[in-house]
């Protein structure tokens, strides 16, 4: 096979969630990656270290997960489609470096197999640390996946999403999905959306760094192209110099954060399931949109009027979305597997406008249907 084929696997497939993550990566360009051993994300890495080099990426065996995620950040400076993947714990060690990220605006891919606590155990109990993990204000976007098709499909949106606002993007993964196989189409190329970053159009002696476009985005220059550009955590002005000015320090947190929350409309993901006439709505990411969805579809065959407002993009939250659910129905469900964090978010938003109950889950193991149709029994 040459190249263009072996990186797109184009066909059906039946495959393993963590291999669906790879080939996704590979289908949007990924040339660069690395990682640290750590269950259960390891098929990534050693899928990586398989497929990478065939294509012409470059495929690095780290020795710990901060090496990774500042590897992974200099490989994105130099112009690379980088990624890592790790696991909860490992995830925990990348904080810094994330955080590193945000600041010089590079764009990465992180993938997060979430795990519970030292054990290889089903849990949603990372989303917070998605959203608020690494220091400094800032504002992050994370894709939640619910199959094996998904994870290849939001790789590849966690790419593009990256590229066109020059931020790290998140992948949600867990253990239920990574470890789980499949079927996976990958569509032929040419079929699959690419974006590419924003590249300089003046000299280099009339660039500013982070002066931002229309959309608050910075174009960006790739090392060794005459550029010359300071990318310091600390505060830095549009020339990209540090500048501890009180004023330089709030525009350029209000620019970062604002590229993500004035395009929120871009990249906000939600998908409805029978939410037309719902008067119960039930709200779920990740892996608990399977059960959540069965139910609906039980509930649905009695003559009852439930939906599913599946979260796709889990940061920034989709308000819109979840105000109209509040305003449509009269009890939301939200339905998540830790002690029942995001269901903050979703009692922050639709509380005022309905009724919202908790459906949470911190057993090492996705909710079943036949759970989830018990709790919200006593209301339909």
Not at 15 to 36: I, R, S
Not at 91 to 103: D, R, V
Not at 143 to 160: G, I, K, M
Not at 239 to 263: A, H, L, Q, S, T
Request: with cysteine; glycine share 8%; net charge negative.
């Amino acid at each position: 096979m040459d190249k263009i084929e072996d990186r797109y696997m184009a066909g059906r497939h039946f495959m393993l969630g963590n291999y669906a993550v790879v080939e996704g990566a590979l289908a949007a360009g990924c040339d660069f990656f690395a990682g640290y051993p750590i269950t259960p994300a390891n098929e990534i890495t050693e899928r990586m270290s398989e497929r990478l080099p065939k294509v012409g990426g470059k495929f690095l065996q780290s020795e710990d997960e901060l090496c990774s995620i500042y590897a992974v950040t200099g490989a994105s400076l130099c112009g690379a489609k980088a990624m890592t993947a790790t696991a909860s714990a490992g995830f925990n060690y990348m904080q810094e470096g994330l955080g590193y990220a945000t600041s010089v605006e590079a764009p990465c891919v992180i993938v997060d197999v979430q795990r519970c606590r030292g054990e290889n155990y089903a849990t949603q109990s990372d989303v917070m640390q998605m959203r608020w993990g690494p220091s400094g204000d800032y504002q992050g976007v994370v894709l939640a996946p619910s199959s094996v098709q998904e994870l290849f499909d939001y790789t590849v949106e966690a790419f593009n999403i990256a590229e066109k606002y020059r931020v790290p993007t998140i992948v949600m993964s867990e253990t239920t999905i990574a470890l789980m196989r499949e079927d996976l189409t990958i569509p032929e190329p040419g079929e699959i959306k690419i974006e590419e970053r924003k590249k300089p159009e003046v000299p280099p002696e009339d660039f500013l760094p982070f002066s931002p476009d229309e959309k608050g985005v910075p174009p960006m220059p790739e090392f060794g192209e005459g550029y010359n550009t300071l990318y310091s955590l600390n505060p830095h002005d549009e020339e990209g110099n540090i500048n501890w000015d009180p004023d330089v320090f709030e525009n350029m947190y209000e620019r970062e954060m604002g590229k993500i929350k004035d395009n929120i409309d871009d990249i906000t993901q939600v998908e409805e399931y029978y939410t037309e006439d719902a008067e119960v709505i039930l709200v779920a990411y990740g892996s608990e949109c399977r059960p959540a969805l069965d139910t609906v579809l039980k509930t649905r065959e009695e003559g009852e009027k439930v939906g599913l407002l599946k979260i796709d993009t889990v940061w920034p939250v989709p308000e819109k979305e979840l105000r109209e659910a509040a305003d449509q129905a009269s009890t939301i469900f939200s339905v998540e597997m830790n002690i029942g964090k995001y269901s903050r978010e979703v009692e922050r938003v639709c509380a005022p406008h309905c009724e919202v109950k908790r459906i949470t889950k911190n057993r090492g193991a996705i909710h079943t249907s036949g759970e989830i149709y018990s709790s919200i029994k006593e209301v339909i």
